[in-house]
């Protein structure tokens, strides 16, 4: 079990451009979150699917992220036109019944 | 406003000695407790769970839920540098929903 696998571990993006983070789940888990992290804000939710299907979107910004899983297998989150506040650490994580969640490693979003 | 809050922000304690972070939910909604603790390069890992009111142990750690006052604490004995990291407590509205966490306290165990 490779755990919650997140692709690329860090990334740098102009202001402006596209930033398209991955995320592969543990085997077997039907929920899937998207958290973000930065000093100031602590931990904050963005979104979470369960068996694929979006349930709760309400901590992402509405205009320029978007999130979707596909297949059982990964999930995206894509920033368009990034802004330096985008800069943070995003964490992609799953759950096999909604209880116990298990972190990826994250990916350094970084807007330059 | 956080609707998790999280105290202290930052706690040094000597290495075997007692650790005690705290963590209240504004949120009536929000009452299942988890702790998590992240090491600097890799995601939060859980540590423990708390749903009921009172006391629950998992070896040297120790977590207390007032349901009351949507209270958490979690003590950390005979604390390890090992332990040195950032804690988070999270709260979420039954099994099925995501979990909101409060900002950390980082605990740095000085040998």
């Known amino acids: 079990n490779a755990g919650v696998i997140q692709t690329p571990r860090h990334k740098v993006t102009g202001k402006g451009q596209e930033a398209t983070l991955w995320c592969e789940p543990i085997?077997?888990?039907?929920?899937v979150f998207w958290y973000r992290q930065t000093i100031v804000q602590g931990l904050e939710f963005l979104t979470y699917f369960r068996n694929q299907a979006p349930i709760d979107d309400s901590g992402m910004p509405k205009e320029r992220f978007s999130a979707q899983m596909p297949n059982q297998s990964h999930s995206t989150l894509k920033i368009q036109s990034t802004q330096p506040q985008d800069s943070a650490v995003y964490l992609c994580a799953s759950s096999p019944t909604g209880t116990e969640v298990f972190f990826g490693k994250g990916t350094r979003l970084t807007v330059v | 406003q956080q609707k998790v809050q999280q105290s202290p922000e930052s706690l040094s304690v000597p290495e075997g000695g007692m650790a005690s972070l705290n963590c209240t939910s504004s949120d009536r909604n929000f009452q299942y407790f988890w702790w998590y603790r992240q090491h600097s390069g890799e995601g939060p890992k859980a540590l423990m769970?708390?749903?009921?009111?009172g006391d629950k142990k998992e070896g040297r750690f120790t977590a207390h839920l007032n349901k009351a006052s949507l209270h958490v604490s979690l003590h950390i004995r005979d604390s390890q540098p090992s332990d040195s990291a950032l804690y988070f407590c999270?709260?979420?509205?039954?099994?099925?929903?995501?979990?909101?966490f409060g900002t950390g306290t980082k605990l740095q165990v000085v040998p």
């Open positions: 999270a709260a979420s509205s039954n099994s099925g929903t995501y979990q909101r």
């Open positions: 769970s708390i749903f009921s009111d």
């Open positions: 085997s077997g888990h039907s929920a």
